[in-house]
């Protein structure tokens, strides 16, 4: 068949596919790349809005709760900051995503090809090592997109706590400003390597295999569908297992603080001040969001990434969303 869905879908899934199937279709990296870069733009697009509620509410502490939980963010966001305020730090992640999720998607593909080596499949721990190393490749280009973006997406919440704080105290003249500007160090590097990776490591296996189940029989494509919801379950299930270290990062990459908020000198500290403030619980705050801007994130990603743009592109395939 030469429909788009068959043909990226069996590249995709070289591994599971017969020796073959292996043998003749070979994956093109730049095809890929494009694919991944696409699948990014559309599906960051769709669950931004989600995605910048998350981050206000695993910013907030616990006496400076400005927004109840996520509907509640983002109606007071539409209100002090129209609807385009939604997508503060939209921008950034637009413009760096293409290049962030082309790198995680293609070089999965690439180790999964690489490790397979002609087996009819790859094991587990193959698996996990593919998606390792596709989150390793991803940090790259993470770390200063994470930075950047998180502070636009901080920065309304921190007007909002600035008003309260205005609202409750009195300001004396020549006072310290609410927001302060704290070091950078290398904690943040390292906390997204401790989120990045570990979250590549359980979505791609479990996204291969219960993307698998879809298969009618050997021959036959996944239908879109069910690339849909297995990326859905898988990014859902990873988002939730990370979310404890995704908090800490969060925290970390916040380089604007209000007043009476906690710095940080490193993972360790802010877990520890964390706990003694917050409870554990506190490692748990926005895991609702995570798994509502993941699941769909990924499922839209992996369809989009299946369509074959890149392979039209380059000449490689014809491109047809109705011959599937």
């Not at 599971?16 to 095809?31: D, F, G, V």
């Not at 636009?152 to 909002?160: N, W």
């Not at 020549?174 to 070091?183: D, R, T, W, Y």
């Not at 926005?286 to 743009?309: E, N, S």
Request: proline letters at 5%; glycine letters at 8%; one cysteine or more.
């Amino acid at each position: 068949s030469t429909s788009p869905h068959c043909h990226c879908t069996s590249v995709y899934q070289t591994s599971p596919q017969t020796k073959h199937t292996m043998a003749q279709q070979p994956i093109s990296l730049p095809a890929k790349l494009i694919n991944g870069g696409v699948a990014g733009l559309v599906g960051v697009t769709c669950v931004f809005p989600i995605d910048l509620a998350k981050t206000r509410l695993q910013n907030q502490r616990g006496n400076q709760q400005v927004y109840k939980n996520m509907m509640d963010c983002l109606i007071k966001t539409v209100r002090s900051e129209g609807y385009f305020g939604m997508y503060r730090g939209a921008a950034v992640n637009l413009t760096l995503v293409t290049p962030e999720k082309a790198i995680k998607l293609a070089a999965n593909d690439f180790f999964r090809n690489r490790l397979s080596r002609g087996e009819l499949k790859l094991s587990v721990f193959q698996e996990m090592l593919a998606g390792c190393g596709a989150g390793m490749c991803q940090v790259i280009v993470t770390t200063p997109m994470e930075m950047l973006k998180i502070q636009l997406q901080d920065a309304g919440r921190l007007v909002a706590q600035q008003r309260n704080v205005t609202i409750l105290h009195t300001v004396k003249l020549g006072a310290a400003s609410p927001v302060l500007n704290c070091s950078y160090n290398l904690g943040p590097v390292s906390s997204i390597r401790k989120v990045d990776i570990p979250f590549s490591v359980v979505y791609f296996p479990l996204f291969a295999h219960v993307n698998q189940l879809g298969k009618k029989s050997e021959e036959d494509s996944v239908p879109f569908y069910w690339s849909f919801i297995s990326g859905c379950v898988a990014g859902c299930t990873a988002a939730v297992a990370v979310s404890p270290c995704d908090v800490v990062k969060t925290r970390l990459q916040s380089l604007n603080k209000s007043a009476n908020e906690d710095t940080y000198n490193g993972v360790l500290d802010c877990i520890r001040k964390i706990i003694r403030k917050e409870g554990p619980s506190a490692f748990l705050k926005g895991a609702g969001c995570r798994a509502l801007v993941i699941a769909p994130l990924f499922g839209i990603a992996q369809v989009v990434y299946f369509f074959g743009v890149g392979e039209f592109l380059l000449g490689q395939t014809p491109f047809n969303l109705y011959s599937v």
